[in-house]
């Protein structure tokens, strides 16, 4: 009997049994000035499964005026042996994850929902490149510490400040390029494509992950697809926030 195996770069699309569950906060460690990191427990974690790097889960914060309060995050981490999960929070000054995060303390609960689905990336590139601001970070995070030993990743990221680059264990050949708002001229937008613009493209076959605002995201993908002319089947573009409205996400292939 012959056996059929998956061509290199099969992107996996999966499901999730769409669950709401409530946990409780066990640690808090501030991982820089405006990124705070919240390790979560509780009993039906033991079977929680974000099979994606770049998985998003529903986190609700009550309801103002009758509508629900909710918010897309990344599972930093999970562990189903210890029933935990850690996600880390942007410390901005409004909207209700923030003020959430800027009050909550240990044994403070929240429910969460999802993920819905996952897309898995394998880990046969000959590169990756994951271009974001510090909304992506989580994500970043997950694929430098999953990739295989010696695997070349470059990141462009761009925050508020030095202060806000993160140490991130990996075995990966890891080239960080960290651009600082408080440094330097020009929007999200032109310090991004300039950073992208001047980078010297890798040999091979790479895949390429973006993240930050919307308008911000479209406008990278367009310089990686028709300046770069990269394969679009070997990259994904979201939009995690939109400029001027709360909560918004979208995806852009």
Not at 46 to 52: Q, V
Not at 182 to 190: K, L, P, S
């Given at each position: 009997?012959?056996?059929?195996?998956?061509?290199?770069?099969?992107?996996?699309?999966?499901?999730?049994?769409?669950?709401?569950?409530?946990?409780?906060?066990?640690?808090?460690?501030?991982?820089?000035?405006?990124?705070?990191?919240?390790?979560?427990?509780?009993?039906?974690?033991?079977?929680?499964?974000?099979?994606?790097?770049?998985?998003?889960?529903?986190?609700?914060?009550?309801?103002?005026?009758?509508?629900?309060?909710?918010?897309?995050?990344?599972?930093?981490?999970?562990?189903?042996?210890?029933?935990s999960l850690t996600v880390d929070f942007a410390l901005?000054?409004?909207?209700?994850?923030?003020?959430?995060?800027?009050?909550?303390?240990?044994?403070?609960?929240?429910?969460?929902?999802?993920?819905?689905?996952?897309?898995?990336?394998?880990?046969?590139?000959?590169?990756?490149?994951?271009?974001?601001?510090?909304?992506?970070?989580?994500?970043?995070?997950?694929?430098?510490?999953?990739?295989?030993?010696?695997?070349?990743?470059?990141?462009?990221?761009?925050?508020?400040?030095?202060?806000?680059?993160?140490?991130?264990?990996?075995?990966?050949?890891?080239?960080?390029?960290?651009?600082?708002?408080?440094?330097?001229?020009?929007?999200?937008?032109?310090?991004?494509?300039?950073?992208?613009?001047?980078?010297?493209?890798?040999?091979?076959?790479?895949?390429?992950?973006?993240?930050?605002?919307?308008?911000?995201?479209?406008?990278?993908?367009?310089?990686?697809?028709?300046?770069?002319?990269?394969?679009?089947?070997?990259?994904?573009?979201?939009?995690?926030?939109l400029k001027g409205e709360a909560g918004a996400h979208?995806?852009?292939?």
């Amino acid at each position: 009997m012959s056996t059929q195996t998956q061509p290199r770069h099969h992107i996996e699309r999966v499901r999730h049994e769409l669950r709401r569950r409530t946990i409780t906060v066990t640690s808090v460690i501030d991982l820089s000035p405006k990124m705070r990191r919240f390790v979560f427990t509780a009993p039906d974690l033991s079977d929680f499964n974000s099979a994606g790097v770049d998985d998003h889960i529903k986190l609700f914060f009550g309801e103002e005026n009758g509508e629900r309060l909710m918010r897309d995050f990344t599972p930093r981490a999970f562990d189903n042996a210890t029933q935990s999960l850690t996600v880390d929070f942007a410390l901005h000054d409004h909207g209700p994850a923030a003020h959430w995060a800027q009050t909550a303390q240990i044994g403070t609960t929240l429910d969460i929902g999802g993920p819905r689905g996952s897309q898995i990336v394998p880990d046969d590139f000959d590169w990756y490149l994951l271009i974001a601001d510090e909304t992506g970070l989580p994500s970043i995070g997950r694929r430098l510490e999953g990739l295989r030993g010696g695997v070349p990743v470059t990141t462009i990221v761009l925050v508020d400040s030095p202060a806000e680059a993160q140490q991130i264990e990996t075995q990966t050949a890891w080239t960080a390029q960290w651009l600082a708002r408080n440094e330097g001229e020009g929007d999200d937008q032109a310090r991004l494509l300039a950073a992208l613009s001047a980078l010297e493209w890798p040999q091979g076959e790479g895949y390429v992950w973006i993240a930050a605002e919307a308008g911000v995201a479209k406008a990278l993908r367009a310089h990686v697809l028709e300046e770069r002319g990269h394969p679009p089947a070997w990259m994904r573009a979201a939009g995690y926030w939109l400029k001027g409205e709360a909560g918004a996400h979208e995806n852009f292939g």
